[in-house]
């Protein structure tokens, strides 16, 4: 299936995104060679969808230079493009420290949602993303200049951790005063989060703390990692908190009766109307895991190994 123009939508002079089920933010630089001059923000799931980028900028550039890939972080539906992409344009990749380290070594995704070396069932595409070098690490929250055509186009590298280890967003200040925010996975779709209520985090007070700082950006539109894009944070921001709050609740109301980790997935599994595959056993068990962590040291529940089973209970 090919990227069609109408899955391009134009944000501000410089800034579009392709709607794909990742969103991609395009930037297009229009130099005096005639060279059209571009960045991405994240590159889709795997060398299929890569290809479908490549193959998409082919059509509507005659003549353009793939600058740079952006990652806001290294989970495979938003890197797994870059290999190809790289190999293909020679374009760089540009990411935060931790997020860096583990685009150049994807294995450490798989080990972290099992817990040591992963079983070759998750160790598919959708978690697994080709290794790929990062020429431009991110020092910190810095601030990055692109002169264009008419002026400058800013970007500001925002630190937004807790759906992974130092996922960042992107806030984007065109030359036409537009400011577009890519929020990465901080962030789902009103549509997403109706899918899947339950969305993967590593660290839920990170996660809670980082929707607290987007709500203070201001910005014309904001592109979340998956769905669609909102131009007022409040409602958004509010939606997703909301998930997690609600899926706290669930936690603390099922462990009224002392579970371990895995009787605690089924309960909220069942309690969701979630049939578990292999990869979402992993995905959500890691992502209650980080819950559970969340409410014990905020002292919501505690533990007690009893004939060598961890049990979890409300306090
Ligand atoms: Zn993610």
């Known amino acids: 299936m090919s990227v069609t123009t109408e899955q391009l939508i134009k944000l501000s002079e410089h800034i579009s995104y392709l709607k794909m089920p990742t969103n991609i933010g395009l930037i297009t630089i229009c130099r005096d060679d005639g060279i059209t001059e ?31 890939i952006i990652n806001t972080h290294s989970h495979a539906d938003h890197c797994g493009g870059n290999s190809y992409l790289v190999r ?16 150049e070594f994807p294995d450490i995704e798989t080990q972290l949602v099992w817990g040591g070396t992963a079983i070759h069932d998750i160790r598919s ?35 937004l951790p807790g759906h992974y280890v130092d996922q960042t967003g992107f806030l984007f200040t065109d030359t036409d005063g537009k400011k577009i925010m890519f929020a990465g996975d901080v962030l789902s779709g009103r549509n997403s989060i109706k899918k899947h209520w339950i969305q ?13 700082k987007i709500q203070n ?17 409040e409602g958004i921001a509010e939606l997703n908190l909301l998930a997690i709050l609600e899926t706290e609740d669930m936690i603390i109301d099922e462990l009224k009766i002392p579970k371990t980790m895995e009787q605690l997935l089924k309960a909220v599994a069942d309690r969701s109307g979630i049939t578990l595959k292999t990869s979402q056993f992993c995905l959500i068990g890691s992502t209650l895991r980080s819950y559970v962590t969340g409410l014990y040291e905020s002292g919501k529940i505690s533990y007690e190994i009893l004939e060598n089973q961890m049990f979890w209970k409300k306090v």
């Open 200 to 212: 993967y985090l590593l660290d839920e007070t990170k996660t809670k703390e980082s929707l607290e």
């Open 88 to 103: 293909k344009t020679g374009c760089e990749v540009w990411a935060s420290k931790g997020e860096a380290y583990l685009m």
């Open 125 to 159: 595409k959708y978690l697994l993303a080709e290794a790929c070098r990062v020429n431009r690490v991110f020092n910190g929250e810095e601030e990055i200049a692109v002169s264009c055509d008419n002026g400058k186009i800013l970007l500001n590298v925002i630190s």
């Open 217 to 233: 950006i201001k910005a014309d539109f904001y592109i979340p990692g998956h769905g669609d894009i909102v131009d007022n944070i």
């Open 38 to 68: 571009l960045y991405l923000i994240d590159s889709g799931n795997d060398e299929t969808n890569g290809a479908r980028i490549l193959d998409f900028l082919n059509t509507k550039f005659t003549q353009y230079r793939l600058k740079a």
